[in-house]
């Protein structure tokens, strides 16, 4: 039989052998998880007074600002001759077509029709050997002056905040921006749709044409707060959020978003003046984290 010391030696070498009582290799990894985490290195600027421009988007079309038909002034008449061309550009008094009895001759002579106003030819209808009449409707029509303007749409919730002279910067569809001005604010609002109409006075419309769907930004007036970059808000499930920091931890704060400038947002509540924002938002920085703030250059405004 074996003695006692033995004994207690074999049971020692056993349980050495069964697992979870070796418990040697588990201190460094308690340790490793009670480590405290390394500094992350954040992009930071300093939350910074500016103004924002406050903007309301208007959609429409590109209409003449004054439109003339010119049809025939008695009965009985044909085209004899036709001048001119739609988008051609038209002098007062310029001769656009000559108009003969039915029974005439179609050779160029007869009577003149005249451009009343000076502009560019919208649209013709005259043909040579049709039929001339005031209740056939105009053989052309003229924009005057070749003025084009765009007739836009605001919800009357909007409407009270423009006024005429406000700047508009207008993007026609398949055109480069159009610098603009409101001409004229509508007195009539449209029952059904609960929209106001607004005219828009264009600069540099020459290649513009009439119909074309467009969008405005009117510049209404400017406000003037804290901004931030658009980036570091986050939009989350209790509310909206920025990330600042706080010597080297982390905090965040609710805040009240206003509007929005180029690549900023205007903070109405939740930030002061100076407070560290963290650039760039996301999931990985929590409340309290330590990190190493990296102070960017603030970009460049519209």
């Known amino acids: 039989m074996p003695s006692p010391a033995l004994r207690s030696h074999a049971l020692l070498r056993s349980l050495a052998l069964l697992p979870g009582l070796a418990l040697g290799p588990a201190a460094p990894a308690r340790a490793a998880d009670e480590a405290p985490r390394a500094a992350v290195s954040v992009s930071v600027r300093p939350a910074a007074s500016r103004c924002f421009p406050d903007r309301v988007e208007v959609t429409g079309t590109l209409a003449p600002r004054e439109q003339v038909d010119l049809s025939a002034d008695r009965e009985g008449m044909k085209v004899a001759q036709v001048l001119v061309n739609p988008l051609d550009t038209v002098t007062t008094g310029q001769i656009l077509a000559r108009l003969a009895p039915m029974e005439g001759p179609t050779d160029g002579s007869g009577t003149p029709l005249r451009a009343p106003v000076g502009g560019t030819v919208l649209r013709s209808q005259a043909m040579i050997g049709q039929p001339a009449s005031p209740r056939l409707g105009p053989l052309f029509q003229i924009v005057a002056g070749g003025d084009i303007e765009l007739s836009a749409e605001v919800t009357l919730s909007d409407l009270g905040r423009i006024a005429a002279g406000q700047a508009v910067a207008v993007r026609p569809l398949g055109l480069p921006e159009i610098a603009g001005k409101v001409r004229r604010v509508e007195a009539a609002a449209d029952p059904a749709s609960q929209t106001g109409r607004v005219r828009i006075a264009l600069r540099g419309t020459q290649d513009a044409r009439v119909g074309t769907f467009a969008r405005g930004i009117v510049t209404v007036g400017e406000r003037c707060g804290i901004g931030v970059p658009y980036s570091a808000v ?22 009240t978003v206003g509007l929005l400038a180029g690549d900023d947002a205007e903070i109405l509540s939740g930030l002061s003046d100076q407070d560290l924002v963290v650039i760039r938002a996301g999931a990985f920085l929590r409340e309290g984290d330590l990190v190493q703030p990296i102070v960017a250059e603030p970009a460049s405004r519209p």
């Open 234 to 255: 986050q939009y989350e499930a209790d509310g909206t959020i920025v990330q600042v920091v706080d010597g080297t931890r982390v905090e965040t704060r609710q805040v």
